[in-house]
């Protein structure tokens, strides 16, 4: 038996990925005043980049998560606030930048309006929604996902999940 290398593991989770995503519906995400953001702060980065790379993730989420949804929809979102689990603090020694702390009271959030629609352009759902995870923590205490926004990655999955069982037909 051949044994799997990183490069070839690697390899193969972006073909399925990519693969499965290929059926997707289509995501559009408009991140409306990102800077005004409740929190979405850089630590050991600069706040551009953080911000740019959040995003980044973030949207990816939502299109993978949107693999459920037949080919031929399109959903809109319009993100109007984000606030990452945990909250920076500044006064902790060797973090001059500061840490995000993981406290029960500061659970990820997100609010955005939502659009499905159709290949006819037709609005089969659309809504407000306020994503928010007051247990984020308390899931699991081995994290099998040990990605820095896993709380928000998970939040968006069971939303998306929850609010579109029903269009994925």
Avoid at 29 to 41: A, F, G
Avoid at 114 to 139: I, K, P, W
């Amino acid at each position: 038996m051949k044994r799997l290398t990183l490069a070839s593991l690697v390899t193969a989770l972006t073909l399925a990925t990519a693969a499965s995503l290929a059926h997707a519906a289509t995501v559009e995400i408009d991140w409306q005043n990102p800077e005004r953001y409740l929190d979405m702060r850089a630590t050991n980065e600069g706040q551009d980049r953080f911000r740019e790379r959040t995003m980044a993730e973030l949207a990816q989420t939502f299109r993978a998560a949107a693999a459920a949804l037949p080919a031929n929809q399109t959903l809109r979102l319009t993100v109007t606030d984000v606030d990452l689990a945990g909250e920076i603090e500044y006064f902790h020694p060797n973090y001059p930048f500061g840490i995000r702390v993981m406290r029960r009271v500061d659970a990820p959030s997100l609010d955005l309006k939502f659009e499905l629609r159709d290949a006819n352009d037709r609005v089969l759902q659309s809504g407000a929604a306020r994503m928010h995870d007051r247990s984020y923590n308390l899931r699991t205490l081995i994290p099998v996902d040990r990605s820095p926004l896993r709380y928000e990655k998970n939040m968006i999955r069971t939303w998306m999940r929850e609010t579109f069982q029903s269009n994925n037909s």
